[in-house]
Each structure stands twice: as structure tokens, then as C-alpha cells.
């Protein structure tokens, strides 16, 4: 097969993203058009506003990837779209889009799932580097969204080992931001304050799981934060980050760690400490039991340094792989990337395909 263009569109959640990427790994060009300014004031995603703001972007997007990339359509083996996990009337903007392309121009349509694209971010920056990924591979997804560990077997075949039973990782991020002042999203300001802050200052304890223990749970830590706060009279300092996120939209470390007194900063800390702590206990047990050659860690909440840091001084049998920091986060071209092995084996969607809020992978 001689070289392949592949134009991913990616619109599950809240951000619209296009992406051209020839074969499967050389990205000539990625855009993402972030609606975080939309629902930040919200402290978190509206859907019905999502759904807005994808009606809005998604033919500039597209027609940005491709013009950035110098593609016309008939220069497409396929157009792949994230059919789920995620936001119905969001997967629906960019899925509809990519079938009347798809139906336009007579370009294949390849569905792809947006936790498996997750997954690819990390094969992509691989294979363009040289590096081969062994498998059997974890993979630990973390994001806004999920917590998941699978088991990556060559050829793509996934095999679900644990997940989280209550809230995502980056969502119990984001309530913890929410509930002390910082915003939407917590989970970028909680790991740019958390350096500063003591981790040991706060102890926190996980209740033990029944049942599959490759499980991850994160309500009841969210709830001991909440304790914390309302044992504490900290209302002064809360409105006072309010107004400073509404007199800046995107206050500085330096703005931030002013309004964040030490007290706090070591219950950020400790809250950071206490996720990696459980996110990398847990994959390390997952590897030890499924004999893994490697780890592989993506989505949003793999952007965190703490997570990066910790993966590193754990000094593990096995090779751990991060995207960079553009790929973790929602993008187009881990979308187009997860979409050429299933060109390959000519794993076609008929344009009647549904977008499936929840879509499972394996
Ligand atoms: O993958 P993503 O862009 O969207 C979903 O599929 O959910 O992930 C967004 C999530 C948010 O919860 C955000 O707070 C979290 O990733 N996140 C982080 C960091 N950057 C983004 N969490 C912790 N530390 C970070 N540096
Ligand atoms: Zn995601």
C-alpha cells in the first residue's frame, strides 16, 4: 500500500477537532477548536451549548485540516469519525459531517472508537518515532471522561481488565477544582499548584473494593475533599479565586498560588498524590497479572507532570509511554490514526451508521 491519507473528525465531548495523517502516523496537520471559553462559566460541559458550538465549528475545522495539509477530498483513502463514546448530540455533529462528506466525494467512512483513538495517540508518536510498542500492551485511559485499563493485544483486539465505578479520574479533577474556586477544568490548575503544596498533608484513604480489584473508585476521595472544605471555614478564600477567574479567564501560577493559601495548597497536593497513587497501583497490578510488555498512558489526565513523575520513580519492568501533551487531550489524529490498521483490513461503516453514546471498547 503505497502512502494513505486519512482525515479524522473527533467531536464526542467539547472540543471539535480535524486532523489529516498519512499513514497512520505522519500528521500533517491537527486542529482543534476548544469550547472550554463556552462552558467554563458553567464549571463544566453543557451539552445542549456543545452540541451549539459543534454545529459551529465543524465546517471550518474540517476545511482548515485540509487545506492546511494541502488535501483535496479525492486525495483521501478514508474520512474517519468518532461514532462513541460520548456526548450524543456532540458524536452526532462530526459523524454526520463525515457521512455526507463520505457520501459527497464517495471516500470510504471508517468508524472509530474514541477511547481505542486514546489508545492510538500513543501507537502514533511511536511508530513515527521508530519505536516499536510490544504487545501485549496496558493501556491506562484517563480522561474527563474515563478510567479504564485494557489489555492491547497485537492486531488491535482490546480486553477490558478494570474500570472506574463512580467518577472519572479528570471528572474528580474537575469537582475538586469546581469546589474550591478554580474552574473548568480543575485538573490543569490542581497539577500546576500541587508542586507547591505538601503531599503528605492531607491523608486520604480508599475503602477497599469488593469484586474486581483492578476496579478504580474516586467518589469517596472526592467526598473527603468536600468534608475537608466544609470543616473549614474557607468561603473568603473561594470567592476570592471566583473573582480573580472572572477578572482573568486564565489566571497565571503566580495569580493563583497568591489566592491559594498553604493549608490548601497541600490539600491539592495530597488529592493529586492520592489519584496517581491509585492510577498507578492499579496498572501495575494489571500489568503483573496480564504479563505486559509495556504501559501505555493517554487521555487528558495523562497531560498531568505529577502522573508523568511518579510513572518515571516507579521504575517499572516495562517501558511507559505518554503522548505528548497535544495528543493526550482530545484531538483528530489519534482519530485518524486508530483508523488505518482498520483501513487496512477494510473495516468500512455504512453512511446509516448511529452514534453510541456508550460505546464500550472490547
Ligand atoms: O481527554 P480529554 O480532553 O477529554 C475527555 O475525553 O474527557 O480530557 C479532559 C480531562 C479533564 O477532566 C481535565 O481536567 C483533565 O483531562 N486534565 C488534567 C490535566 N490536563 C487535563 N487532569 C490532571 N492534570 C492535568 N494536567
Ligand atoms: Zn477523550
Keep these: 500500500m503505497g502512502s494513505v491519507r486519512i482525515l479524522g473528525i473527533e467531536s464526542s465531548c467539547d472540543e ?30 453543557v451539552p445542549e451549548l456543545a452540541s451549539r458550538e459543534h454545529l459551529r465549528a465543524i465546517v471550518p475545522v474540517v476545511r482548515e485540516a485540509l487545506s492546511e495539509s494541502g488535501t483535496r ?18 458524536l452526532l455533529v462530526g459523524l ?11 471516500v470510504p467512512l471508517i468508524a472509530v472508537n ?5 489508545i492510538h495517540a500513543v501507537v502514533l508518536e511511536a511508530s513515527r518515532d521508530g519505536l516499536a510498542v510490544e504487545y501485549p500492551a496496558l493501556a491506562l485511559v484517563v480522561s474527563g471522561g474515563h478510567t479504564h485499563l485494557f489489555e492491547v493485544r497485537a492486531g488491535f483486539a482490546y480486553r477490558l481488565l478494570g474500570k472506574t465505578r463512580d467518577d472519572a479520574a479528570g471528572e474528580a ?17 490542581i497539577d500546576r499548584l500541587a508542586p507547591y503544596g505538601d503531599p503528605q498533608a492531607v491523608r486520604f484513604t480508599f475503602a477497599k473494593m469488593k469484586g474486581n480489584a483492578l476496579d478504580f473508585s474516586f467518589s469517596g476521595l472526592k467526598t473527603a475533599v468536600l468534608r475537608w472544605v466544609e470543616s473549614r471555614d474557607m468561603a473568603a478564600e473561594i470567592a476570592a479565586r471566583r473573582a480573580l477567574l472572572r477578572e482573568h479567564s486564565d489566571p497565571t501560577t503566580e495569580q493563583w498560588l497568591e489566592a491559594t493559601p498553604r493549608a490548601t495548597l497541600g490539600l491539592l497536593a495530597s488529592f493529586q498524590h492520592a ?23 493517554s487521555g487528558g ?11 518515571v520513580a516507579a521504575r517499572l519492568a516495562y517501558p511507559v509511554y505518554f503522548p505528548s501533551p497535544g495528543l493526550s487531550t482530545d484531538n483528530a489524529a489519534m482519530i ?7 483501513l487496512a483490513r477494510g473495516e468500512f461503516a455504512g453512511l446509516d451508521i448511529a452514534a453510541q453514546a456508550n460505546l464500550t471498547l472490547a
Design 73 to 90: 477530498l479525492e486525495d483521501l483513502a478514508a474520512i474517519a469519525a468518532t461514532v462513541g463514546p460520548g456526548l450524543v448530540g456532540s
Design 114 to 118: 474514541h477511547v481505542e483513538g486514546h
Design 173 to 189: 479533577f474537575d469537582k475538586v477544582g469546581k469546589l474550591l474556586g478554580y474552574g473548568y477544568p480543575g485538573g490543569p490548575v
Design 96 to 106: 454526520t459531517y463525515a457521512k455526507s462528506l463520505s457520501f459527497a466525494s464517495g
Design 301 to 311: 489526565v495523562a497531560c498531568n507532570a505529577g502522573l508523568r513523575a511518579a510513572a
Design 16 to 45: 471539535t477537532a480535524a486532523s489529516v495523517v498519512t499513514d497512520g502516523h505522519r500528521v500533517l496537520s491537527s486542529v482543534v477548536a476548544s469550547q472550554m471559553a463556552t462552558h467554563g462559566k458553567y464549571g463544566g460541559v
Design 275 to 297: 489519584v496517581i497513587d491509585e492510577l498507578l497501583k492499579r496498572a501495575a497490578a494489571a500489568a503483573e497479572q496480564m504479563g505486559a510488555r509495556c504501559l501505555i498512558v
Design 336 to 342: 485518524a490514526a486508530a483508523a488505518f490498521p482498520k
